[in-house]
Protein backbone atom coordinates (compact mmCIF):
# COMPACT_ATOMS: atom_id res chain seq x y z
CA UNK A 1 0.00 0.00 0.00
CA UNK A 2 1.34 3.15 -0.70
CA UNK A 3 0.86 7.20 0.48
CA UNK A 4 1.28 10.63 -0.24
CA UNK A 5 3.21 12.71 1.94
CA UNK A 6 1.27 14.83 3.79
CA UNK A 7 1.77 18.20 5.67
CA UNK A 8 1.23 17.47 9.56
CA UNK A 9 0.45 19.95 12.43
CA UNK A 10 2.99 19.29 15.19
CA UNK A 11 1.77 20.66 18.77
CA UNK A 12 4.82 22.86 19.28
CA UNK A 13 3.88 24.40 22.25
CA UNK A 14 2.02 22.50 25.30
CA UNK A 15 -0.25 24.29 28.17
CA UNK A 16 1.94 27.08 29.62
CA UNK A 17 1.46 27.88 33.14
CA UNK A 18 3.23 30.99 32.60
CA UNK A 19 3.67 32.93 29.77
CA UNK A 20 7.54 33.97 29.56
CA UNK A 21 7.59 37.36 28.71
CA UNK A 22 10.39 40.54 28.89
CA UNK A 23 9.05 44.24 29.94
CA UNK A 24 10.95 46.71 28.08
CA UNK A 25 11.63 49.48 31.07
CA UNK A 26 14.11 51.44 30.28
CA UNK A 27 13.44 55.26 31.01
CA UNK A 28 9.90 53.44 32.66
CA UNK A 29 8.35 54.25 35.77
CA UNK A 30 7.97 51.38 38.02
CA UNK A 31 5.90 51.18 41.37
CA UNK A 32 7.72 49.28 44.83
CA UNK A 33 5.72 49.31 47.82
CA UNK A 34 6.47 48.17 51.43
CA UNK A 35 9.25 48.62 53.92
CA UNK A 36 10.51 44.68 53.69
CA UNK A 37 14.24 43.94 52.75
CA UNK A 38 12.25 42.20 50.04
CA UNK A 39 10.68 45.49 48.39
CA UNK A 40 14.77 46.54 48.11
CA UNK A 41 15.39 43.48 46.23
CA UNK A 42 13.06 44.10 43.74
CA UNK A 43 14.06 47.70 43.35
CA UNK A 44 17.66 46.49 42.74
CA UNK A 45 16.12 43.99 39.66
CA UNK A 46 13.98 46.40 38.19
CA UNK A 47 16.72 49.56 38.24
CA UNK A 48 18.93 47.02 36.38
CA UNK A 49 16.27 46.99 33.68
CA UNK A 50 16.92 51.03 33.34
CA UNK A 51 13.56 51.46 35.08
CA UNK A 52 13.03 54.61 37.68
CA UNK A 53 11.92 53.54 40.48
CA UNK A 54 9.71 54.88 43.17
CA UNK A 55 10.08 53.09 45.89
CA UNK A 56 6.88 54.24 48.65
CA UNK A 57 7.90 52.41 52.61
CA UNK A 58 6.67 55.10 55.12
CA UNK A 59 8.63 53.49 57.69
CA UNK A 60 11.86 51.20 55.92
CA UNK A 61 13.06 48.08 58.25
CA UNK A 62 16.65 48.44 58.69
CA UNK A 63 17.28 45.69 56.06
CA UNK A 64 15.61 47.89 53.39
CA UNK A 65 17.23 51.12 54.90
CA UNK A 66 20.61 49.27 54.14
CA UNK A 67 20.04 47.77 51.08
CA UNK A 68 18.88 51.24 49.27
CA UNK A 69 22.01 52.72 51.29
CA UNK A 70 23.44 50.49 49.84
CA UNK A 71 22.64 50.97 45.85
CA UNK A 72 22.96 54.74 46.18
CA UNK A 73 21.42 54.25 42.70
CA UNK A 74 19.68 57.85 41.49
CA UNK A 75 17.39 55.90 39.72
CA UNK A 76 15.99 54.30 42.76
CA UNK A 77 14.04 56.90 44.40
CA UNK A 78 12.76 56.52 48.40
CA UNK A 79 9.38 58.29 49.26
CA UNK A 80 8.74 58.17 52.51
CA UNK A 81 4.90 57.70 52.52
CA UNK A 82 2.42 55.11 51.92
CA UNK A 83 1.13 54.05 48.38
CA UNK A 84 -2.21 55.48 47.45
CA UNK A 85 -4.20 55.53 44.75
CA UNK A 86 -3.25 58.27 42.78
CA UNK A 87 0.34 56.71 42.32
CA UNK A 88 -0.20 54.11 39.59
CA UNK A 89 -1.19 56.06 36.21
CA UNK A 90 1.28 56.02 33.97
CA UNK A 91 3.53 53.55 36.17
CA UNK A 92 4.99 49.73 33.72
CA UNK A 93 4.85 47.64 36.68
CA UNK A 94 3.70 47.84 40.19
CA UNK A 95 4.72 45.69 42.69
CA UNK A 96 4.11 45.21 46.75
CA UNK A 97 6.09 43.85 49.34
CA UNK A 98 3.66 42.60 52.34
CA UNK A 99 1.82 39.80 54.05
CA UNK A 100 -1.35 41.85 54.94
CA UNK A 101 -4.16 40.14 52.58
CA UNK A 102 -6.34 43.02 52.98
CA UNK A 103 -3.80 45.53 51.55
CA UNK A 104 -2.35 43.12 48.99
CA UNK A 105 -6.20 43.01 47.37
CA UNK A 106 -6.30 46.70 47.51
CA UNK A 107 -2.98 46.99 45.73
CA UNK A 108 -4.26 44.38 43.13
CA UNK A 109 -7.54 46.73 42.58
CA UNK A 110 -5.41 49.79 42.29
CA UNK A 111 -3.20 48.50 39.72
CA UNK A 112 -6.18 47.17 37.53
CA UNK A 113 -8.17 49.89 37.68
CA UNK A 114 -5.35 51.82 36.49
CA UNK A 115 -4.29 49.03 33.59
CA UNK A 116 -0.97 47.75 35.47
CA UNK A 117 0.52 44.70 35.89
CA UNK A 118 0.67 44.00 39.81
CA UNK A 119 2.98 41.77 40.97
CA UNK A 120 2.33 40.79 45.22
CA UNK A 121 5.79 39.78 46.32
CA UNK A 122 5.31 35.85 47.46
CA UNK A 123 1.56 35.96 46.97
CA UNK A 124 0.78 34.70 43.55
CA UNK A 125 -3.20 34.90 44.39
CA UNK A 126 -2.59 38.49 43.62
CA UNK A 127 -0.13 38.69 40.94
CA UNK A 128 -0.60 39.33 36.87
CA UNK A 129 3.04 38.24 36.71
CA UNK A 130 6.07 36.93 38.54
CA UNK A 131 9.48 37.00 38.83
CA UNK A 132 11.55 34.07 37.70
CA UNK A 133 15.42 32.73 38.37
CA UNK A 134 17.50 35.22 36.22
CA UNK A 135 20.57 33.88 34.02
CA UNK A 136 22.21 37.05 33.18
CA UNK A 137 24.46 37.42 30.39
CA UNK A 138 22.67 40.76 28.99
CA UNK A 139 21.71 41.59 26.23
CA UNK A 140 21.10 37.54 26.39
CA UNK A 141 18.71 37.00 29.41
CA UNK A 142 17.17 33.53 30.52
CA UNK A 143 14.03 33.34 32.79
CA UNK A 144 13.73 30.49 34.95
CA UNK A 145 10.40 29.53 36.18
CA UNK A 146 8.14 26.62 38.24
CA UNK A 147 5.30 29.00 38.31
CA UNK A 148 6.03 28.94 42.12
CA UNK A 149 5.80 25.25 42.93
CA UNK A 150 9.05 24.89 43.34
CA UNK A 151 11.79 27.64 43.50
CA UNK A 152 14.58 25.26 45.18
CA UNK A 153 14.13 23.44 42.15
CA UNK A 154 14.19 26.59 39.73
CA UNK A 155 17.27 27.88 41.17
CA UNK A 156 18.84 24.30 40.85
CA UNK A 157 18.37 24.94 36.96
CA UNK A 158 19.43 27.97 36.96
CA UNK A 159 22.74 27.13 38.96
CA UNK A 160 22.76 24.26 35.71
CA UNK A 161 22.21 26.81 33.20
CA UNK A 162 24.93 29.64 34.58
CA UNK A 163 27.37 26.80 34.50
CA UNK A 164 27.01 25.97 30.79
CA UNK A 165 27.03 29.34 29.56
CA UNK A 166 30.14 31.40 29.75
CA UNK A 167 30.43 34.57 30.88
CA UNK A 168 31.42 35.94 27.67
CA UNK A 169 28.57 35.27 25.60
CA UNK A 170 27.53 39.31 27.07
CA UNK A 171 30.15 40.32 24.61
CA UNK A 172 28.81 38.45 21.30
CA UNK A 173 25.09 39.34 22.01
CA UNK A 174 26.31 42.85 22.32
CA UNK A 175 28.10 42.32 19.09
CA UNK A 176 24.90 41.10 17.85
CA UNK A 177 23.15 44.46 19.22
CA UNK A 178 25.63 46.48 17.11
CA UNK A 179 25.97 44.78 13.92
CA UNK A 180 22.59 44.09 13.20
CA UNK A 181 22.01 47.85 11.66
CA UNK A 182 25.11 46.60 9.39
CA UNK A 183 23.02 43.60 8.58
CA UNK A 184 19.62 45.32 7.84
CA UNK A 185 21.78 47.97 5.75
CA UNK A 186 22.28 45.08 3.46
CA UNK A 187 18.73 44.16 2.21
CA UNK A 188 19.45 40.75 2.17
CA UNK A 189 16.35 38.31 1.62
CA UNK A 190 15.21 36.45 4.50
CA UNK A 191 16.93 33.30 4.21
CA UNK A 192 20.24 34.85 3.54
CA UNK A 193 20.29 37.29 6.93
CA UNK A 194 19.40 33.89 8.37
CA UNK A 195 22.93 32.60 6.76
CA UNK A 196 24.82 35.47 8.64
CA UNK A 197 23.37 34.81 11.68
CA UNK A 198 24.10 31.22 11.57
CA UNK A 199 27.61 32.60 10.81
CA UNK A 200 28.06 34.51 13.75
CA UNK A 201 26.27 32.24 16.17
CA UNK A 202 28.93 29.39 15.35
CA UNK A 203 31.77 31.62 15.50
CA UNK A 204 30.24 32.95 18.62
CA UNK A 205 30.05 29.11 20.57
CA UNK A 206 33.47 28.14 18.91
CA UNK A 207 35.13 30.81 20.89
CA UNK A 208 32.16 32.65 23.12
CA UNK A 209 35.47 33.96 25.83
CA UNK A 210 37.01 35.78 22.93
CA UNK A 211 36.33 39.49 21.94
CA UNK A 212 34.52 39.75 18.88
CA UNK A 213 36.76 41.87 16.50
CA UNK A 214 35.86 44.11 13.84
CA UNK A 215 37.89 42.05 11.12
CA UNK A 216 35.06 39.42 11.81
CA UNK A 217 32.11 41.41 11.54
CA UNK A 218 33.65 42.50 8.17
CA UNK A 219 34.37 38.72 7.10
CA UNK A 220 30.99 38.01 8.18
CA UNK A 221 29.14 41.10 6.49
CA UNK A 222 31.49 40.56 2.89
CA UNK A 223 30.46 36.81 2.68
CA UNK A 224 27.07 37.97 2.76
CA UNK A 225 27.67 40.67 0.39
CA UNK A 226 29.53 38.56 -2.00
CA UNK A 227 26.17 35.93 -2.00
CA UNK A 228 23.51 38.98 -1.89
CA UNK A 229 22.74 38.60 -6.20
CA UNK A 230 23.27 34.64 -6.21
CA UNK A 231 19.98 32.79 -6.21
CA UNK A 232 18.89 31.46 -3.12
CA UNK A 233 20.18 27.77 -2.30
CA UNK A 234 18.81 25.10 -0.75
CA UNK A 235 20.46 22.26 1.43
CA UNK A 236 19.38 18.91 2.24
CA UNK A 237 20.30 17.36 5.60
CA UNK A 238 19.79 13.99 6.38
CA UNK A 239 19.48 13.77 10.25
CA UNK A 240 19.45 10.69 12.32
CA UNK A 241 16.92 11.34 15.23
CA UNK A 242 17.95 8.35 17.40
CA UNK A 243 15.59 5.38 18.50
CA UNK A 244 13.02 7.20 20.26
CA UNK A 245 14.10 8.86 23.56
CA UNK A 246 14.57 12.36 22.43
CA UNK A 247 17.83 13.06 24.75
CA UNK A 248 19.88 10.97 23.07
CA UNK A 249 20.08 13.54 19.85
CA UNK A 250 23.41 14.33 19.52
CA UNK A 251 23.42 18.35 19.82
CA UNK A 252 24.96 18.49 15.77
CA UNK A 253 20.93 17.09 15.22
CA UNK A 254 19.56 19.87 17.39
CA UNK A 255 21.14 22.65 15.80
CA UNK A 256 19.80 21.40 12.22
CA UNK A 257 16.25 20.94 12.96
CA UNK A 258 16.35 24.68 14.41
CA UNK A 259 17.67 25.54 11.25
CA UNK A 260 15.25 23.98 9.33
CA UNK A 261 12.74 25.23 6.45
CA UNK A 262 11.20 22.09 6.26
CA UNK A 263 11.14 18.81 8.32
CA UNK A 264 10.55 15.51 6.35
CA UNK A 265 10.25 12.77 8.99
CA UNK A 266 9.35 8.78 9.05
CA UNK A 267 6.49 7.16 11.08
CA UNK A 268 8.85 6.17 13.52
CA UNK A 269 10.11 9.49 14.75
CA UNK A 270 9.42 10.32 18.35
CA UNK A 271 6.92 13.40 18.44
CA UNK A 272 9.12 14.40 21.70
CA UNK A 273 12.09 15.10 18.74
CA UNK A 274 10.26 17.65 16.62
CA UNK A 275 9.55 19.80 19.29
CA UNK A 276 13.72 20.69 18.70
CA UNK A 277 12.30 21.72 14.87
CA UNK A 278 12.41 25.84 14.42
CA UNK A 279 8.57 26.63 15.00
CA UNK A 280 8.45 28.34 11.60
CA UNK A 281 9.58 25.13 9.85
CA UNK A 282 6.99 23.23 7.68
CA UNK A 283 6.65 19.38 9.13
CA UNK A 284 5.24 16.46 6.42
CA UNK A 285 5.30 13.16 7.31
CA UNK A 286 6.46 10.94 4.79
CA UNK A 287 6.30 7.87 6.50
CA UNK A 288 6.95 4.03 5.47
CA UNK A 289 6.45 1.67 8.08
CA UNK A 290 6.69 -2.28 7.61
CA UNK A 291 3.83 -4.13 6.01
CA UNK A 292 1.74 -0.61 6.04
CA UNK A 293 1.14 2.30 3.99
CA UNK A 294 4.24 3.88 2.96
CA UNK A 295 5.28 6.67 0.73
CA UNK A 296 7.21 5.95 -2.59
CA UNK A 297 10.47 6.52 -2.28
CA UNK A 298 10.65 8.35 -5.40
CA UNK A 299 7.97 10.74 -4.09
CA UNK A 300 10.22 11.69 -0.73
CA UNK A 301 13.22 12.17 -3.48
CA UNK A 302 10.92 14.72 -5.02
CA UNK A 303 10.22 16.33 -2.26
CA UNK A 304 13.18 16.70 -1.06
CA UNK A 305 14.90 17.96 -4.25
CA UNK A 306 11.94 20.42 -5.43
CA UNK A 307 11.95 22.24 -1.94
CA UNK A 308 15.99 22.52 -1.67
CA UNK A 309 15.54 23.71 -5.30
CA UNK A 310 13.50 26.70 -3.96
CA UNK A 311 16.00 27.56 -1.55
CA UNK A 312 14.50 25.28 1.70
CA UNK A 313 16.92 23.80 4.03
CA UNK A 314 15.34 20.80 4.29
CA UNK A 315 15.78 18.18 7.01
CA UNK A 316 14.87 14.61 6.31
CA UNK A 317 14.81 13.23 9.53
CA UNK A 318 14.86 9.18 9.87
CA UNK A 319 14.46 7.20 13.35
CA UNK A 320 17.79 5.69 14.41
CA UNK A 321 20.99 6.43 12.20
CA UNK A 322 20.25 7.01 8.54
CA UNK A 323 23.08 5.09 7.03
CA UNK A 324 21.43 2.26 8.71
CA UNK A 325 18.57 0.97 6.40
CA UNK A 326 17.72 4.08 5.94
CA UNK A 327 17.79 4.21 2.44
CA UNK A 328 20.29 7.10 2.53
CA UNK A 329 22.06 6.22 -0.63
CA UNK A 330 18.73 6.81 -2.83
CA UNK A 331 18.47 10.19 -1.02
CA UNK A 332 21.59 11.26 -1.36
CA UNK A 333 22.23 10.49 -4.92
CA UNK A 334 19.30 12.03 -5.79
CA UNK A 335 20.33 15.06 -4.37
CA UNK A 336 23.30 15.36 -6.11
CA UNK A 337 22.15 14.52 -9.29
CA UNK A 338 20.06 17.42 -8.94
CA UNK A 339 23.48 19.46 -7.71
CA UNK A 340 21.80 19.73 -3.76
CA UNK A 341 24.31 20.37 -0.84
CA UNK A 342 23.75 17.79 1.29
CA UNK A 343 24.83 16.13 4.17
CA UNK A 344 24.88 13.63 6.68
CA UNK A 345 24.26 14.34 10.77
CA UNK A 346 24.65 10.48 12.11
CA UNK A 347 22.30 9.42 15.29
CA UNK A 348 22.07 6.51 17.51
CA UNK A 349 21.24 3.54 15.76
CA UNK A 350 18.74 1.33 17.73
CA UNK A 351 20.68 -1.50 18.23
CA UNK A 352 22.97 1.10 20.61
CA UNK A 353 20.35 2.52 22.05
CA UNK A 354 18.87 -1.00 23.31
CA UNK A 355 22.35 -2.48 24.38
CA UNK A 356 22.19 0.65 26.57
CA UNK A 357 19.07 -0.35 28.00
CA UNK A 358 19.98 -3.93 28.26
CA UNK A 359 23.52 -2.99 29.88
CA UNK A 360 24.40 -5.54 27.51
CA UNK A 361 27.75 -5.02 25.35
CA UNK A 362 26.94 -6.27 21.69
CA UNK A 363 30.51 -7.60 21.44
CA UNK A 364 32.48 -9.77 24.22
CA UNK A 365 36.07 -10.52 23.83
CA UNK A 366 35.26 -13.96 25.15
CA UNK A 367 31.99 -14.90 23.80
CA UNK A 368 31.32 -12.25 20.85
CA UNK A 369 33.94 -11.34 18.48
CA UNK A 370 31.76 -9.84 16.02
CA UNK A 371 28.63 -8.10 15.63
CA UNK A 372 26.51 -8.30 12.63
CA UNK A 373 23.02 -6.07 11.32
CA UNK A 374 20.80 -7.54 9.68
CA UNK A 375 17.23 -6.43 7.70
CA UNK A 376 14.07 -8.73 8.56
CA UNK A 377 12.41 -8.26 5.27
CA UNK A 378 13.45 -7.31 2.03
CA UNK A 379 11.20 -4.82 -0.55
CA UNK A 380 8.63 -7.15 -0.69
CA UNK A 381 8.13 -7.56 2.90
CA UNK A 382 9.61 -11.06 2.88
CA UNK A 383 12.35 -12.65 4.46
CA UNK A 384 15.68 -11.79 2.13
CA UNK A 385 17.02 -14.61 0.44
CA UNK A 386 20.56 -13.73 -0.12
CA UNK A 387 21.24 -13.40 4.18
CA UNK A 388 24.41 -15.39 4.97
CA UNK A 389 23.15 -18.14 7.10
CA UNK A 390 26.73 -18.97 7.90
CA UNK A 391 27.55 -16.10 9.33
CA UNK A 392 24.23 -16.04 11.09
CA UNK A 393 24.42 -19.25 12.85
CA UNK A 394 28.10 -18.05 14.09
CA UNK A 395 27.81 -19.53 17.79
CA UNK A 396 30.37 -16.19 18.32
CA UNK A 397 28.37 -13.50 16.70
CA UNK A 398 25.76 -10.98 17.89
CA UNK A 399 23.49 -10.66 14.88
CA UNK A 400 20.97 -7.75 14.96
CA UNK A 401 17.84 -8.07 13.27
CA UNK A 402 16.13 -5.07 12.48
CA UNK A 403 12.04 -4.73 11.58
CA UNK A 404 11.61 -8.73 12.24
CA UNK A 405 7.88 -8.73 13.33
CA UNK A 406 6.45 -10.57 9.96
CA UNK A 407 9.67 -12.87 9.50
CA UNK A 408 11.12 -13.85 13.01
CA UNK A 409 9.30 -17.19 12.96
CA UNK A 410 10.50 -18.10 9.41
CA UNK A 411 14.24 -16.39 10.02
CA UNK A 412 14.36 -18.47 13.54
CA UNK A 413 13.98 -22.08 11.51
CA UNK A 414 15.88 -21.04 8.85
CA UNK A 415 19.03 -20.21 11.69
CA UNK A 416 18.62 -23.32 13.29
CA UNK A 417 18.44 -25.57 10.18
CA UNK A 418 21.74 -23.88 9.14
CA UNK A 419 23.34 -24.65 12.63
CA UNK A 420 22.12 -22.21 15.11
CA UNK A 421 22.23 -24.20 18.57
CA UNK A 422 18.41 -23.98 19.90
CA UNK A 423 19.56 -22.45 23.45
CA UNK A 424 21.16 -19.32 21.75
CA UNK A 425 19.93 -16.60 23.56
CA UNK A 426 17.52 -14.24 21.90
CA UNK A 427 15.55 -11.16 23.23
CA UNK A 428 13.03 -9.08 21.00
CA UNK A 429 12.66 -5.26 22.21
CA UNK A 430 9.50 -3.12 21.33
CA UNK A 431 9.93 0.70 21.51
CA UNK A 432 13.32 1.14 22.31
CA UNK A 433 14.12 3.65 24.78
CA UNK A 434 10.79 5.32 25.18
CA UNK A 435 8.52 5.02 27.82
CA UNK A 436 6.56 2.07 26.56
CA UNK A 437 9.40 0.24 25.56
CA UNK A 438 8.78 -3.59 26.63
CA UNK A 439 11.09 -7.08 26.04
CA UNK A 440 10.69 -10.27 25.58
CA UNK A 441 13.39 -12.77 26.31
CA UNK A 442 13.42 -15.96 24.90
CA UNK A 443 15.68 -18.55 22.91
CA UNK A 444 16.54 -18.43 19.23
CA UNK A 445 14.07 -22.09 19.23
CA UNK A 446 11.20 -20.18 21.27
CA UNK A 447 11.15 -16.53 20.28
CA UNK A 448 8.89 -16.44 17.87
CA UNK A 449 5.96 -18.43 20.03
CA UNK A 450 6.86 -15.95 22.34
CA UNK A 451 6.22 -12.96 20.70
CA UNK A 452 3.00 -14.23 18.81
CA UNK A 453 1.73 -14.85 21.85
CA UNK A 454 1.08 -11.84 23.15
CA UNK A 455 0.74 -9.14 20.11
CA UNK A 456 2.64 -5.61 20.65
CA UNK A 457 2.46 -2.17 18.54
CA UNK A 458 5.45 -0.12 18.17
CA UNK A 459 9.05 -0.88 16.08
CA UNK A 460 10.24 -3.97 16.90
CA UNK A 461 14.17 -5.23 16.79
CA UNK A 462 15.82 -8.79 17.89
CA UNK A 463 19.32 -9.51 19.24
CA UNK A 464 20.53 -12.58 19.01
CA UNK A 465 23.79 -14.10 20.54
CA UNK A 466 25.48 -15.48 23.69
CA UNK A 467 26.63 -11.84 24.94
CA UNK A 468 22.65 -11.00 25.23
CA UNK A 469 22.60 -13.77 28.12
CA UNK A 470 20.46 -12.08 30.99
CA UNK A 471 19.58 -9.27 29.00
CA UNK A 472 16.07 -8.90 30.53
CA UNK A 473 17.04 -8.88 34.17
CA UNK A 474 19.27 -6.62 33.65
CA UNK A 475 16.39 -4.07 31.31
CA UNK A 476 14.23 -5.07 34.47
CA UNK A 477 15.88 -3.54 36.81
CA UNK A 478 16.70 -0.67 35.55
CA UNK A 479 12.57 0.22 35.68
CA UNK A 480 10.63 1.66 38.95
CA UNK A 481 10.14 -0.86 41.23
CA UNK A 482 6.56 -2.13 40.71
CA UNK A 483 7.55 -2.20 37.15
CA UNK A 484 10.72 -4.02 37.64
CA UNK A 485 8.94 -7.06 40.06
CA UNK A 486 6.00 -7.10 37.22
CA UNK A 487 8.34 -7.42 33.83
CA UNK A 488 10.69 -10.14 35.98
CA UNK A 489 7.62 -12.05 37.01
CA UNK A 490 6.35 -12.21 32.73
CA UNK A 491 10.12 -13.00 32.04
CA UNK A 492 9.92 -16.05 33.95
CA UNK A 493 6.52 -16.96 33.19
CA UNK A 494 7.09 -17.26 29.76
CA UNK A 495 11.10 -18.76 30.48
CA UNK A 496 9.45 -21.46 32.60
Known amino acids: ?24 LKGRRVIVAGGSEAAGWKAELIAAAGATVEVYAEDPSEELREV ?24 ALAILATENDAEAQAFRCAAIDAGVPCNVVDRPAFCDFSFGGIVNRSPLVIGISTDGAAPVFGQAIRTKIEAMLPQGLTRWAEAAQSWRPAVQALS ?74 IVLYDDLVSRAVLDFARREAKTMLVGKTGHGPSCKQEDINRLMVSFAQQGKRVIRLKSGD ?69 AIADDAATTVVYMPARTIKALADAALHNGLPPSTPAIAVYNATR ?38 ENWAALLPTSKSDAALTAQRSVSA
Open 1 to 24: MSRKPTETRVTRIEPLARLPVFFG
Open 68 to 91: LARLDNPNIIHLARPWSISIFKGA
Open 188 to 261: LSFQKRRAFWERFTALALAKPNDLPRDEEREQLLAESVSTASSPEKGSAVLVGAGPGDPELMTLKAVRALQSAD
Open 322 to 390: PMVFGRATEEIEACRAAGIQVEVIPGITTAQGVASRLLKSLTHRAIARRVQFLTGHDNKGQLPPDIDWR
Open 435 to 472: VDEDVIEATIATLADRMADKERNGPVIVLIGRAMEGAA
